[in-house]
């Protein structure tokens, strides 16, 4: 199951394991990425907490965690090939991986059809 | 996700005072009809990019990029008394040799306060008008034109005449075909050499064109009656040399051509040495030492500026932007970068600070902080990438 924020994460999750990326829309309105710093292994993060930052040719953006967990890697890809973010960015472009420590936060996100009307507004 | 730094050039804070909304330049539909993104930028809406900055960035560098400068302004002075009077009106604010410009020449120039501190750069011309008069042409920066004009009317005796000529666009096409996209639709600007310029007619539209520009790469300068700007856009957009590119990759491309941009690397608070400047004060006007802020500027050529501006190669891939600091090994804040970001050409990142003059020598390693994280630069020689002018020795695309 895929759920996203308003901040433009997403988040695949599969058991206890989440998998945290931008969206495509995100992407797009970025540009050229050229840099992504994804969060140490072991690092605990709250919901909301800044987690990576993503540069791109014209701006240093934050991504924030979507829930609460415990780093489990980084996408060690990222760092030779940062523009995966704009050729992949809801796949192989991914940020980071984490095990999540409250289930019930997911609630509080958008599955992937009130994304879309949510980013149709914008 | 939320952004943290924007390029500020990007903002509207330089938008010149009394006005609110964006204003529309001639292009603009020209740019919307073609996926420009528009942004407001020097108090006009501009087409930040197109395909992506990138992809734009590296067109230029290989064929040829159109850009719209529209925003910047374009003067005319004239006197009564004649040209000379001109250019001897001019050199008390400006450094260069205004009046030692002949027919056709341009010359990079400074436009200075009493105390030598920087209010604009902006290139200078002499050029002959339609009645065969002999006047000088300026292209300031768009943010502050309308500083640059109060002030000069301030300054200027009253026999000089200033003009805004704002039903003038101006489009630069840059890059390495550009000659070759030019020439087929104005045959004879192949002639032209870097920092020279003439008068050319395409469509029976008078066009005043310029070899000059601001990537480092060969290239032309076209200021065009806006009522034709759309036509000639379309026309050299319609050569398979040429793109149109945006401001994001003009700022990228100066960046890597070692170029300052007024605002940000340039400011009040800076002379011409300490911008590393000093060969836009030209030797008869040390000489003669008679242009604003000269005894200051004289005394700093002669025992070098405390800061300086230099180039920075910064480790790893993670852009380092104006605003972050240089701070000395104890932390203490002994600088600042004015420019910063990601150079395509060379897949690293760059940036221009303001350092102590002990550390401005190619080489020097020195420490930024930016958001609390430190990065590893050395100063490095600029341009980062070489310009590619085409000056009278050189053959062509040399």
Redesign the interface.
């Known amino acids: 199951m895929r759920y996203f924020t308003e901040?433009?994460?997403w988040i695949e999750v599969d058991g206890q394991i989440g998998t945290v990326g931008?969206t495509d829309y995100?992407q797009g309105q970025l540009?050229?990425i050229?840099?992504v710093?994804v969060p140490a292994d072991g690092r605990s993060l709250g919901k909301g907490d800044e987690a990576a930052?993503?540069?791109s040719?014209?701006?240093?953006?934050?991504?924030?965690s979507p829930v609460s967990g415990t780093v489990l890697e980084g996408n060690t890809a990222l760092a030779d090939q940062?523009d995966l973010v704009n050729s992949d960015a809801e796949g192989e472009g991914w940020f980071f991986r984490l095990t999540l420590s409250d289930e019930a936060e997911l609630e509080s996100l958008m599955d992937e059809a009130a994304y879309e009307a949510f980013v149709a507004k914008l | 996700?939320?952004?943290?730094?924007?390029?500020t050039q990007?903002n509207v804070e330089d938008a010149p005072e009394g006005v609110d909304e964006p204003q529309i330049l001639p292009l603009d539909g020209w740019h919307r009809a073609r996926g420009g993104r528009m942004v407001p930028f020097a108090g006009y809406l501009m087409p930040?990019?197109y395909e992506?900055?990138?992809?734009e960035?590296l067109w230029t560098r290989e064929s040829a990029g159109l850009f719209d400068v529209s925003h910047m302004g374009q003067l005319v002075f004239t006197a009564e008394a004649g040209v000379d009077a001109v250019a001897r009106a001019l050199e008390a604010m400006l450094p260069g040799d205004i009046g030692g410009l002949g027919e056709g020449r341009m010359r990079y120039s400074l436009l200075l306060n009493e105390e030598g501190g920087i209010l604009d750069d902006l290139m200078v011309t002499r050029r002959a008008n339609a009645t065969g008069e002999d006047e000088i042409y300026m292209v300031v920066n768009g943010a502050t034109k309308y500083d640059d004009i109060g002030y000069l009317l301030d300054v200027l005796p009253e026999d000089v005449t200033m003009n805004l000529q704002d039903e003038q666009a101006l489009l630069a096409l840059q890059g390495p075909k550009a000659v070759d996209a030019l020439a087929r639709l104005v045959p004879g600007v192949e002639a032209l050499v870097f920092m020279t310029a003439g008068s050319f007619s395409w469509n029976g539209h008078a066009l005043w064109i310029s070899r000059s520009g601001y990537t480092g790469e060969d290239g032309f300068e076209i200021s065009v009656p806006a009522e034709a700007a759309a036509a000639l856009a379309d026309a050299l957009y319609a050569e398979p040399e040429v793109k149109p590119i945006g401001l994001?990759a003009r700022d990228?491309l100066r960046l890597e051509a070692g170029l300052p941009l007024y605002g940000h690397d340039l400011d009040p608070e800076t002379t011409p040495v300490m911008a590393d400047l000093g060969f836009a004060v030209s030797k008869r006007r040390r000489d003669a030492a008679d242009f604003a802020g000269a005894g200051r500027i004289l005394a700093e050529r002669e025992a070098g500026a405390a800061v300086r501006r230099v180039g920075l190669l910064v480790s790893?891939?993670?852009?380092v932007?104006e605003g972050a600091s240089v701070v000395a090994e104890d932390g203490a804040v002994i600088g600042r970068v004015t420019s910063g970001?990601?150079a395509?050409t060379l897949g690293a990142?760059i940036a221009m600070a303001y350092v102590p003059a002990d550390l401005a020598a190619p080489g020097t390693g020195v420490r930024l902080v930016q958001?609390g994280k430190v990065h590893e630069a050395t100063v490095a020689a600029m341009p980062f990438v070489p310009h590619r002018y085409v000056r009278a020795s050189a053959t062509k695309g040399a």
């Open positions: 901040d433009h994460e931008i995100a540009g050229d050229v840099f710093d930052v993503v540069e040719v014209k701006a240093a953006s934050d991504v924030y940062p | 996700m939320t952004d943290l730094a924007t390029e990007l930040v990019q992506g900055i990138m992809a960035h994001g990228s790893g891939r993670q852009p932007r970001g990601f395509p990142a958001r």
